[in-house]
């Protein structure tokens, strides 16, 4: 069958105006820039091939997209090269740390906005597979090819830009806590699109300058990752939080690299991915990350380090690192620490401590530790925590063979859960069913009620 001639890369070709050869020899630069080596020598017959409608393989379609976007001043996304993705997620540019971040973004950020293709994005199935991690050289050589990387756009920098970037993550990150992950998603996907990934391919004023607006929008970028992981939406989670993890390595900003790793570990541990979760976990405790920042996120990074080592089996190190948690946070008191981790408190501790130890088998330990938690967390600035914190309580308390305890909590739980839109919320309900199944026909009225509460709450959050 003929394939059909590709008319839209072809008229990029010609507004770029660059014959075949030229633009096979940019595609090969671009390449090379990239670590890409397999496509530093695309031919001209390639790109005659492109054009004539047989699609690019692998990393090919994103070089081919990058060499144009850099050459027209404008950034292009698949579709403007006649080479849109397959719903699917099949061709997914998310996991691969040799793509450039600001393409792969700005897609990304159209994806969430399109409310059909999101839907689609959806049902993609999360990628063990792609947790894998480059070699330490790419960690180490990231800012220097960052800093080489071809400005697409005219504009210059300012401190104020980034101050910008660093409040909407402030105020989003705060609405989060609040109302759950599903809660302004598509908000700030747009302002992560439209103001702060065209940072990246602006102009600096120096070097200092662009590492800081690397590390913002790697902050904007991981919370919009977070989000989507709190709203269950697990590929889209893990593609933003891996770009996140590369432009922070390209900002050389360590301790922001460290935070987004434990968040890619969290995700592993709680999708039953325990290995993976434990090579995250690990690679966010070395010298680079865990050693460079202060005490408050050390002691977040090494509880999710002891949450991946519980769910692998490892109680010992398990253990050890919730006493290295223990000790962090002890010290963090009265020191300056980023607005990331202001959340970081007693009661975080505590709940993340009680889930390893569940994990680990321990469910009266673990009981102790949730209901620490519910103690000293401050409920309304953090209630979406605190509702999924009642709901693993009640949880144990069945496990104990305590209903009725169980019951209580877990309409609390219920109670907590008012206008907060969240896949984790929503997934504390649906195990809640599952626990109370057994016991129904012994249960009561009670039972019967919160049954009847928690599938109104369900309907509820969507």
């Known amino acids: 069958m003929a394939r059909e001639r590709n008319v839209a890369l072809a008229a990029l070709l010609r507004e770029a105006g660059w014959s075949q050869p030229q633009a096979a020899a940019a595609v090969g630069r671009v390449a090379a820039e990239s670590g890409a080596r397999e496509l530093e020598a695309v031919s001209r017959s390639h790109i005659a091939m492109w054009v004539q409608g047989t699609r690019p393989s692998g990393k090919a379609p994103h070089i081919l997209r990058e060499t144009l976007s850099r050459r027209l001043g404008r950034r292009l996304t698949l579709a403007d090269l006649g080479l849109e993705e397959a719903p ?13 971040p600001l393409t792969a973004l700005a897609e990304m950020g159209s994806d969430d906005l399109d409310m059909h293709r999101r839907k689609l994005l959806a049902t993609t199935a999360y990628s063990a597979a792609g947790l894998a991690l480059p070699a330490a050289t790419w960690w180490a050589a990231a800012p220097a090819q960052a800093a080489n990387r071809h400005a697409v756009s005219p504009r210059t920098v ?29 908000a700030l996907a747009g302002h992560l699109r439209d103001e702060a990934v065209p940072l990246l391919g602006s102009r600096f004023h ?3 300058l662009r590492r800081d607006v690397y590390s913002a929008v790697a902050e904007m970028t991981y919370l919009a990752g977070w989000m989507a992981f709190d709203a269950s939406e697990h590929r889209s989670a893990q593609r933003y939080l891996t770009l996140a993890a590369r432009i ?7 301790p922001l690299g460290g935070h987004i790793l434990r968040a890619l570990a969290h995700q592993a541990v709680d999708l039953g991915h325990p290995r993976r979760a434990v090579d995250l976990a690990e690679a966010s405790m070395s010298r680079d990350h865990y050693g460079q920042a202060g005490h408050r996120e050390k002691a977040l990074l090494a509880i999710v380090h002891a949450r991946a080592l519980a769910a692998d089996g490892n109680r010992a190190g398990a253990l050890t690192a919730i006493s290295r948690a223990e000790r962090d946070l002890a010290r963090a008191d009265n020191e300056q620490a980023p607005g990331r981790v202001d959340f970081f408190q007693d009661a975080s501790l505590a709940h993340e401590t009680a889930c390893a130890l569940r994990d680990m088998g321990q469910p009266a330990d673990a009981e102790n530790h949730f209901r620490r938690s519910v103690a000293t967390r401050r409920r309304q600035q953090y209630a979406r925590t605190h509702s999924v914190t009642l709901g ?3 949880a144990v308390q069945v496990q104990q063979g305590r209903l009725d305890e169980a019951c209580v909590t877990w309409n609390q739980a219920l109670d907590a859960m008012a206008g907060i839109q969240s896949g984790r919320a929503r997934d504390v309900i649906v195990r809640m069913q599952s626990d109370l199944s057994p016991v129904r026909q012994r249960g009561g009225r009670h039972v019967d009620e919160l049954d009847r509460r928690a599938r109104d709450m369900l309907r509820a959050i969507g």
Do not use: C, K, N
């Not at 970037?165 to 989060?176: I, K, N």
């Open 248 to 254: 922070a390595a390209e900002a050389a900003d360590g």
């Open 88 to 100: 699917t997620g099949a061709t997914d540019s998310g996991s691969d740390w040799s793509v450039d």
């Open 158 to 186: 300012a401190q104020s830009d980034i101050d910008d970037v660093r409040e909407l993550t402030a105020f989003y990150s705060a609405r989060d806590q609040q109302r759950g992950g599903a809660s302004g998603r598509s």
């Open 206 to 208: 120096s070097e200092q």
């Open 392 to 394: 693993y309580l009640g």
